[in-house]
């Protein structure tokens, strides 16, 4: 299922009834193979497949199955975000992503692996099983959005969501070979989305083609009255995409590996555009950046699963339920983001670390905009590694952050960014990340194209 256009020449040929039939038992034996799914909305199928009967087939993605990364809720199906503390958790309505693909004829077809509230880098904090890469199965599909980039890559879905908030479309993309978009902060609606970082997440898709990626995303952009963080798209965004000058900052490929820096750099000066060294002196403090303003909003965001508003319980009196629930349902990774958090946030230390990591992110911010006066798009790499191994970086929680560590800027300015594969080393898929201002994703998808039409 390489493709959205693929699905529907099937579905016209066999009938979309016996393609789902022939489809689903298909799709279950091989996703035992990289364990992409977490479940398969059985339910949600039957009622979609009734519902497409009435529909025009010539919705954009009528019938057409599409993943879905589980923190993003829909209605009557589990959404544990990868926690036992949501485990049995039922949707109560969907998300507004969820009702525009619904609307576009879209069939979600299961909900996907992900990190335990979409914190790591791997899918291995996963409260339930880790996903394993499609390339080679001795490795992670990267993360949080692992599950989705997986299926993704492995061709069971052409197209699904996952949500970004400090590169959990991007690396994961990068890891599985796929299209992987970052919107701009705003350009698509986080209503229903569970929330991490609220500054910082953005809901995005994956596919395998870059006609689907755009098409997926024109689906599911703009303003939301459910979220008064969206924002409209600009129509003059749509058409303005002439691009003239690529910018290279320096500070993203110093240290790189030779062969992954080499892959990047070759790929890219076949377009024949003009290439300009940037600086971009903040972006080194990114990661320091980040990890003291996520945690921050993850502590004040995870504290309603407390054994009494959401989720499972544990204990009888007050003090002793949000203890042991938090205690016995919560994963390690998380507890460490909410402890940091907590302690960033607290009297005495919130001038000294959150506010002058907000400032820093300004100038992080500020840096970007400065380049974007020089050059049309950036380009980096989205990893600083190939994928690596299942359990080599679990017990150093440190160098598994630094698996984020070209991506989290883009968070932090919040700016669009899209994974682009752009060929392998040893059999393993290396990614380019072009990087925009401000609503520039069609100017990045003019790019991605360039790029694409290369080969």
Same mark, same amino acid.
């Given at each position: 299922?390489?493709?959205?256009?693929?699905?529907?020449?099937?579905?016209?040929?066999?009938?979309?009834?016996?393609?789902?039939?022939?489809?689903?038992?298909?799709?279950?034996?091989?996703?035992?193979?990289?364990?992409?799914?977490?479940?398969?909305?059985?339910?949600?199928?039957?009622?979609?497949?009734?519902?497409?009967?009435?529909?025009?087939?010539?919705?954009?993605?009528?019938?057409?199955?599409?993943?879905?990364?589980?923190?993003?809720?829909?209605?009557?199906?589990?959404?544990?975000?990868?926690?036992?503390?949501?485990?049995?958790?039922?949707?109560?309505?969907?998300?507004?992503?969820?009702?525009?693909?619904?609307?576009?004829?879209?069939?979600?077809?299961?909900?996907?692996?992900?990190?335990?509230?979409?914190?790591?880098?791997?899918?291995? @904090?996963?409260?339930?099983?880790?996903?394993?890469?499609?390339?080679?199965?001795?490795?992670?599909?990267?993360?949080?959005?692992?599950?989705?980039?997986?299926?993704?890559?492995?061709?069971?879905?052409?197209?699904?969501?996952?949500?970004?908030?400090?590169?959990?479309?991007?690396?994961?993309?990068?890891?599985?070979?796929?299209?992987?978009?970052?919107?701009?902060?705003?350009?698509?609606?986080?209503?229903?989305?569970?929330?991490?970082?609220?500054?910082?997440?953005?809901?995005?898709?994956?596919?395998?083609?870059?006609?689907?990626?755009?098409?997926?995303?024109?689906?599911?952009?703009?303003?939301?009255?459910?979220?008064?963080?969206?924002?409209?798209?600009?129509?003059?965004?749509?058409?303005?995409?002439?691009?003239?000058?690529?910018?290279?900052?320096?500070?993203?490929?110093?240290?790189?590996?030779?062969?992954?820096?080499?892959?990047?750099?070759?790929?890219?000066?076949?377009? @024949?555009?003009?290439?300009?060294?940037?600086?971009?002196?903040?972006?080194?403090?990114?990661?320091?950046?980040?990890?003291?303003?996520?945690?921050?909003?993850?502590?004040? @965001?995870?504290?309603?699963?407390?054994?009494?508003?959401?989720?499972?319980?544990?204990?009888?009196?007050?003090?002793?339920?949000?203890?042991?629930?938090?205690?016995?349902?919560?994963?390690?990774?998380?507890?460490?983001?909410?402890?940091?958090?907590?302690?960033?946030?607290?009297?005495?230390?919130?001038?000294?670390?959150?506010?002058?990591?907000?400032?820093?992110?300004?100038?992080?911010?500020?840096?970007?905009?400065?380049?974007?006066?020089?050059?049309?798009?950036?380009?980096?790499?989205?990893?600083?590694?190939?994928?690596?191994?299942?359990?080599?970086?679990?017990?150093?929680?440190?160098?598994?952050?630094?698996?984020?560590?070209?991506?989290?800027?883009?968070?932090?300015?919040?700016?669009?960014?899209?994974?682009?594969?752009?060929?392998?080393?040893?059999?393993?898929?290396?990614?380019?990340?072009?990087?925009? @201002?401000?609503?520039?994703?069609?100017?990045?998808?003019?790019?991605?194209?360039?790029?694409?039409?290369?080969?």
């Amino acid at each position: 299922m390489e493709s959205i256009q693929k699905v529907k020449d099937i579905i016209e040929k066999e009938g979309i009834e016996n393609f789902y039939e022939n489809y689903l038992e298909w799709l279950k034996e091989k996703d035992k193979e990289i364990k992409g799914f977490l479940f398969f909305t059985e339910n949600t199928i039957k009622e979609t497949l009734k519902r497409l009967k009435q529909l025009p087939k010539n919705l954009p993605l009528y019938g057409v199955p599409i993943a879905i990364k589980d923190n993003i809720l829909v209605k009557g199906e589990k959404c544990t975000a990868g926690s036992k503390i949501l485990e049995n958790y039922i949707a109560v309505y969907d998300a507004t992503v969820i009702k525009k693909i619904k609307a576009a004829g879209a069939v979600i077809i299961g909900k996907t692996n992900l990190d335990e509230f979409a914190m790591g880098s791997s899918t291995e @904090n996963s409260a339930f099983f880790p996903t394993l890469n499609p390339f080679e199965k001795n490795r992670v599909p990267g993360g949080s959005s692992g599950g989705s980039a997986a299926v993704v890559g492995a061709k069971l879905v052409p197209i699904a969501l996952g949500s970004d908030t400090g590169g959990s479309i991007r690396q994961p993309a990068c890891f599985c070979g796929v299209y992987g978009l970052k919107p701009t902060y705003g350009a698509v609606s986080r209503y229903g989305l569970i929330a991490m970082a609220s500054s910082l997440d953005q809901i995005g898709p994956f596919a395998n083609k870059l006609e689907d990626l755009i098409l997926l995303f024109e689906i599911i952009k703009g303003k939301d009255p459910k979220d008064s963080t969206s924002l409209d798209f600009p129509k003059e965004k749509m058409t303005k995409t002439e691009i003239k000058t690529i910018g290279v900052p320096v500070e993203f490929f110093e240290n790189l590996d030779d062969k992954i820096k080499n892959t990047i750099l070759k790929k890219i000066q076949k377009t @024949n555009l003009k290439i300009k060294e940037v600086s971009l002196k903040y972006v080194k403090y990114g990661i320091h950046c980040y990890y003291l303003i996520m945690p921050a909003e993850v502590s004040a @965001n995870l504290a309603r699963y407390d054994g009494i508003r959401y989720g499972k319980r544990g204990g009888e009196e007050l003090w002793e339920i949000y203890k042991i629930t938090r205690k016995k349902y919560l994963g390690k990774e998380v507890k460490r983001r909410i402890i940091l958090g907590t302690f960033v946030l607290s009297h005495g230390y919130y001038e000294a670390y959150y506010l002058r990591a907000q400032k820093l992110r300004k100038a992080i911010y500020e840096d970007f905009q400065k380049a974007f006066k020089e050059v049309d798009l950036l380009i980096s790499p989205t990893s600083p590694t190939l994928p690596f191994k299942l359990a080599e970086k679990t017990t150093n929680p440190i160098e598994m952050y630094l698996s984020d560590i070209y991506t989290v800027p883009i968070n932090l300015a919040g700016l669009p960014a899209v994974n682009v594969p752009v060929g392998f080393i040893d059999n393993l898929p290396v990614g380019l990340q072009i990087i925009g @201002n401000l609503f520039d994703e069609y100017k990045i998808f003019t790019l991605a194209k360039i790029l694409e039409n290369i080969g």
